[in-house]
């Protein structure tokens, strides 16, 4: 029932709720103490609902963003418990009274007061927003970008301008209670004159030395950068601020890279969910300022997805440019027609390359290079399930998709088979769930069996933790958890070390890596990793969401797993583990097989989910495992060889199209050259010579 309600209000908890459902119910308790008229209990409801509000707003809840679609905003909210208030003065008979009057007087003044520090605080955001934000760029040694406002003065500014009425109301209310207009007059004078120096002490940061260099000093600056670093290899990315994942799973690489790196972004949002990384990043967010910068040393160009704003980049043609992808599955996304715009594409093995044979959208094989998949590096070659340990088996559903296809996800019509079989499998196994960040965002059916699934290992993992038969190790986990705590600590203060990240040109300023910093992070980031797994019993049932921790980490301490066709199924091949992936569609094992190369050395689900007991058979008797030799075959024809590794496939192949790049450039120029020198010639040809005077000419100076 609860869970049924935070779902429906979209919020994230019970306490998130019970806020929700208090504020909402303040306001006609607010006009009932009103109408009564009683000032305690017209006290009690706006207590509440302040209280509520803030709670909500400082929860970041997703109810507060709707009641602003429908005209139930902030500014209204507070307006409207300011009016029930002078509704209160005249049912308690004070609408002679002075304080009636100075209610009304300070309203209006307080209301007045909203458009100039509205106008100021937009104004300061839209002067301080770069047109070029950068990281790891030196830009603070070309162009003076100034301290940020104090963060008390912009962050949630709308909220603290609004509760300044506080003072007022209380007071309003105080003098109302005891018939003394003073205590009343006391706590306007309070509101109004705070509210005064609010909008005041924002005046300052409008002045132009408050505020960074305009676009063209900002753009000149990135220009004399991009002259001095010269670089050679960028990855490109546009996308929604949730599919920051897409170019997060390249920056290990691109710190990898032989050439000198660069990554450009397009989206703000996409900047402000990267991942920390060594390599310089410029976000272009216009696309005029991206096709006039000076990028006439970069020699690849590589693009993680197939999106619109590609074509700001795809048309400089002294740059080859190369998709990559952001994963290496059977999905229709893989063989994607736009990919006939790029000048290669890349894939992990030969089974990309035969992807894109059979779909016959336009990309020639000669235009089809196996590089690997560099990001694998991570995952763990299985060697069987540690003794005295349960097998771990991993459900990784990915999400519904666009296009309402049933054979996207496993979810909606399997999920629920799936973990019902795993959490009552005999002998036992452990179960991690961790389903696609997108899923739910289309289907409302994939949410709710999402909610549904989760429920259910919950309670799975409640029943298991009173199970006599499973002990846990209570003082290594409060070791463990202890350890969490320290490194998250730690953690905390070194992100919270690199400048004030809500302020794009101090963020831009200060943007340069802390080597040391980034290594220690790292360190850290594998420490906290380590203790994660021990911080609850091996025998745990868990539901995984977020990003940590990772899916390959997740790979790594599960002896099998069970998903959909995505590049998930792709990357687990890497570990050798026995997998399973569900026919959700219907179509059919062989028909499966025979349109989806990933699962050709996999068990296949039906949506009932029987067939489980082959993967589970696989786990408990690696050695009786029909389908081991099938997925090493299956490993090198998706993945390509280990040796050479796949990073140095990846820069070999770089190295290659940057010479085809240099090559075309050369050559290029070559041919403007010649033409330049033959047009100069035709030029020369075609004006004729200065005539010299023979002793016949008549006509002579001064003859008239």
Request: aromatic share 6%.
């Amino acid at each position: 029932m609860i869970s049924t309600a935070i779902r429906v209000a979209r919020v994230g908890s019970a306490a998130e709720l019970a806020a929700a459902i208090l504020m909402v119910a303040g306001f006609p308790a607010l006009m009932l103490a009103a109408l009564v008229p009683s000032v305690p209990a017209f006290a009690a409801a706006a207590a509440v609902t302040y209280l509520a509000d803030h709670y909500l707003h400082r929860k970041g809840s997703y109810l507060i963003n709707r009641l602003g679609k429908v005209r139930a905003g902030l500014s209204i909210r507070f307006l409207i418990r300011q009016l029930l208030l002078v509704l209160l003065l005249a049912r308690l008979s004070l609408a002679d009274n002075l304080i009636y009057y100075g209610a009304i007087a300070c309203f209006i003044a307080f209301y007045g007061l909203q458009a100039p520090h509205g106008a100021l605080v937009q104004l300061i955001r839209n002067r301080r927003r770069m047109p070029v934000a950068t990281r790891n760029v030196d830009l603070a040694s070309r162009i003076r970008i100034p301290d940020a406002p104090p963060r008390k003065l912009l962050h949630r500014s709308a909220e603290k301008m609004l509760h300044l009425d506080l003072a007022a109301v209380v007071g309003i209310l105080v003098a109302a209670q005891v018939k003394s207009a003073l205590i009343g007059f006391i706590g306007i004078g309070i509101t109004v004159a705070v509210a005064t120096l609010y909008v005041l002490a924002l005046v300052p940061y409008v002045r132009d030395r408050r505020i960074p260099p305009k676009a063209e000093t900002v753009l000149a600056a990135v220009d004399d950068w991009l002259g001095e670093y010269k670089p050679e290899t960028v990855l490109y990315f546009s996308g929604s601020k949730d599919s920051a994942y897409q170019v997060n799973m390249w920056l290990d690489t691109m710190e990898k890279l032989d050439s000198k790196p660069l990554i450009i972004l397009r989206e703000r949002a996409i900047l402000n969910n990267l991942a920390p990384t060594t390599v310089p990043v410029i976000c272009v967010p216009g696309g005029v300022h991206l096709m006039n910068m000076d990028l006439s040393t970069v020699r690849v160009a590589l693009y993680a997805a197939n999106v619109g704003k590609n074509i700001h980049m795809l048309r400089v043609p002294t740059i080859k440019h190369v998709f990559i992808g952001h994963g290496d599955s059977d999905k229709l996304a893989s063989v994607n027609p736009y990919s006939k715009v790029y000048d290669e594409v890349w894939t992990a093995g030969r089974a990309g390359r035969d992807r894109y044979a059979i779909a016959d959208v336009g990309v020639r094989d000669d235009d089809i290079v196996e590089v690997g998949r560099p990001q694998l590096a991570p995952i763990q070659t299985w060697q069987g399930v540690p003794e005295g340990r349960i097998p771990t088996v991993l459900y990784a559903p990915t999400w519904e998709g666009w296009d309402g296809n049933p054979g996207n996800t496993s979810v909606v019509l399997a999920g629920e088979n799936i973990v019902q079989q795993l959490v009552t499998a005999d002998p036992p196994v452990r179960v991690l769930y961790k389903p696609h960040p997108f899923t739910g965002n289309v289907s409302k059916e994939a949410g709710a069996a999402h909610q549904r699934i989760t429920a259910l290992v919950q309670k799975a993992a409640a029943e298991r933790a009173i199970d006599p038969r499973f002990i846990a190790d209570t003082a290594a986990q409060a070791e463990a958890k202890a350890e969490l705590s320290r490194i998250e600590a730690r953690l905390a203060q070194l992100s919270g070390s690199g400048g004030d990240r809500g302020d794009e040109a101090v963020a831009t300023r200060d943007g340069l890596v802390d080597v040391a910093r980034h290594e220690e992070v790292a360190r850290l980031r594998a420490e906290w990793n380590d203790a994660y797994w021990r911080s609850f019993p091996s025998w745990e049932h868990r539901v995984i969401t977020g990003a940590e921790p990772r899916l390959y980490d997740c790979f790594n301490v599960s002896d099998a797993m069970v998903s959909d066709i995505s590049s998930v199924v792709s990357d687990f091949i890497a570990s050798g583990k026995p997998y399973a992936v569900t026919d959700s569609a219907g179509v059919g094992v062989e028909e499966f097989k025979r349109n989806n190369t990933a699962v050709r050395a996999a068990v296949i689900l039906s949506n009932s989910a029987g067939e489980l007991g082959e993967l589970l058979g696989a786990v408990r008797a690696p050695e009786a495992d029909p389908l081991a030799e099938d997925r090493k075959e299956l490993k090198q024809y998706l993945l390509g060889p280990d040796e050479p590794t796949s990073l140095e496939q990846f820069n070999t192949a770089v190295a290659n199209l940057a010479l085809k790049a240099e090559t075309r450039n050369v050559g290029q120029q070559s041919r403007d050259a010649a033409a330049l020198a033959e047009s100069e010639a035709e030029l020369a040809n075609a004006v004729p010579g200065q005539r010299v005077p023979s002793a016949g000419d008549t006509d002579e100076v001064g003859t008239g």
